[in-house]
């Protein structure tokens, strides 16, 4: 595949991985953390394909297609407690929702 | 070709994640950039030689999280005053961008190292039917398990989306 290895696809992932980190930390929208997890999650699988292919090996698949199967239900979850937030607090902002921060 | 293919895709799914964190305006634009971002994503997978993957991608990522994603943001009604929360001060930005670009910095001399030339691999290497197999035979004790936790989601999600919790 020419000049593209599996150090090309490991600096996205690690770039998408950062990205969603920034996501995490800097915004204060519950939602929009929440997707910034999803993309930590992708980052993660795209390491994990890449790393399959690599040694021709895939194993690392199967794995990718766990956390796939854990990501959905995990969203299913959240998007739940999110709804529940918005209902008793009436809000997305997770300032609004200190009651366990000491 | 799949040269051009890796950059078109992982610049599309670059430039969109960083869309998905930066769109202040409503969470329905990150929503929607985070849709490119999981195709560009999927079109990786394909590069990788890891089609089922690339297809679950597409069918889960693209046509179902994020899907359920719209129906809550539509759901919730956010506008106005409620829609972006009040962003962190500045002393959290700048922690957050060392963290960030920290992670980067070890995340990408660790995965330096990933500079091996790939090997040939079989002809059905990533099919549906490769996985499938493995799936069903190495992996069944897996499966089940993933089942189980799938039906333990949509039990605690209806318990959590009920309007009252009691």
């Known amino acids: 595949?020419?000049?593209?290895?599996?150090?090309?696809?490991?600096?996205?992932?690690?770039?998408?991985?950062?990205?969603?980190?920034?996501?995490?930390?800097?915004?204060?929208?519950?939602?929009?953390?929440?997707?910034?997890?999803?993309?930590?999650?992708?980052?993660?699988n795209l390491s994990l394909v890449s790393f399959s292919?690599?040694?021709?090996?895939?194993?690392?698949?199967?794995?990718?297609?766990?956390?796939?199967?854990?990501?959905?239900?995990?969203?299913?979850?959240?998007?739940?407690?999110?709804?529940?937030?918005?209902?008793?607090?009436?809000?997305?902002?997770?300032?609004?929702?200190?009651?366990?921060?000491? | 070709m799949r040269t051009a293919l890796f950059w078109i895709f992982s610049v599309m799914a670059v430039g969109s994640a960083l869309g998905v964190v930066g769109s202040l305006r409503s969470p329905m634009n990150s929503?929607?950039?985070?849709?490119?971002?999981?195709?560009?994503?999927?079109g990786l997978y394909v590069l990788l030689e890891a089609q089922f993957v690339g297809l679950i991608q597409v069918m889960v990522y693209a046509g179902a999280i994020v899907v359920l994603f719209l129906f809550v943001i539509m759901l919730l009604n956010l506008r106005g005053s409620g829609a972006v929360g009040a962003e962190s001060q500045p002393i959290m930005k700048a922690i957050g961008a060392i963290v960030a670009a920290g992670a980067?910095?070890?995340?990408?001399?660790?995965?330096?190292?990933?500079?091996?030339p790939w090997p040939d691999v079989d002809e059905g290497f990533g099919t549906t039917r490769a996985i499938g197999e493995a799936l069903y035979t190495d992996y069944v004790l897996s499966v089940q398990v993933a089942g189980v936790l799938l039906l333990a989601g949509i039990v605690a999600a209806v318990v959590l989306a009920k309007k009252k919790i009691d």
Not at chain 1, 59 to 71: D, H, N, S
Not at chain 1, 79 to 99: C, M, P
């Open chain 1, 1 to 44: 595949m020419g000049d593209v290895s599996g150090f090309h696809f490991q600096i996205v992932a690690a770039l998408i991985f950062a990205i969603g980190a920034l996501g995490v930390l800097l915004r204060r929208n519950i939602i929009v953390m929440f997707m910034s997890i999803e993309l930590m999650l992708n980052a993660a």
């Open chain 1, 53 to 102: 292919r690599e040694i021709g090996n895939d194993q690392g698949q199967i794995l990718a297609f766990m956390v796939m199967v854990v990501a959905a239900v995990e969203v299913a979850v959240g998007l739940a407690i999110i709804i529940s937030l918005v209902r008793n607090r009436d809000t997305v902002n997770i300032e609004d929702a200190s009651q366990m921060k000491w």
């Open chain 2, 31 to 42: 929503a929607l950039s985070l849709v490119v971002s999981m195709l560009a994503l999927a």
């Open chain 2, 104 to 116: 980067t910095f070890w995340l990408a001399r660790t995965l330096a190292s990933a500079r091996a």
